[in-house]
């Protein structure tokens, strides 16, 4: 299994990007995308998650209404849109997947992701 994730760049505070995470070499739509980001000298956080086969989602607070995660089952690519980007914005993105579609309550616990890319860094500054 592999995880590709890309789209990170810099962008001024109110600007948007669009991350993307190809997902390769898991044959079934029962797995869990998940976006985290660690941002310099905090712990690594959940923002968003999305089950490939049903489509549900979570979102963590800090997100809700800016950012939106969305998946194109026909490229195996799970979109994480993000508007009104803010500097606290600021961090490597990651996407993990995790087999099995986990319950909401699972789905920021990075333990269950058994498979990550290799992150892109998405910088918010005037």
């Known amino acids: 299994v592999q995880l590709q994730a890309s789209g990170g760049g810099l962008v001024q505070p109110g600007g948007s990007l669009r991350l993307s995470c190809v997902v390769s070499?898991?044959?079934?739509?029962?797995?869990?995308i998940g976006w985290f980001r660690q941002a310099p000298g905090k712990e690594r956080e959940g923002v968003s998650a999305?089950?490939?086969?049903?489509?549900?989602?979570k979102y963590a607070d800090s997100v809700k209404g800016r950012f939106t995660i969305s998946r194109d089952r026909a490229k195996n690519t799970v979109y994480l849109q993000m508007n009104n980007l803010q500097p606290e914005d600021t961090a490597v993105y990651y996407c993990?997947?995790?087999?099995?579609?986990?319950?909401?309550?699972?789905?920021?616990?990075?333990?269950?992701?058994?498979?990550w890319g290799q992150g892109t860094l998405v910088t918010v500054s005037s």
């Open positions: 999305i089950r490939r086969g049903d489509g549900n989602t």
């Open positions: 993990a997947a995790a087999t099995g579609n986990l319950i909401k309550s699972s789905m920021f616990a990075a333990r269950y992701y058994a498979y």
């Open positions: 070499g898991l044959t079934s739509d029962s797995n869990t």
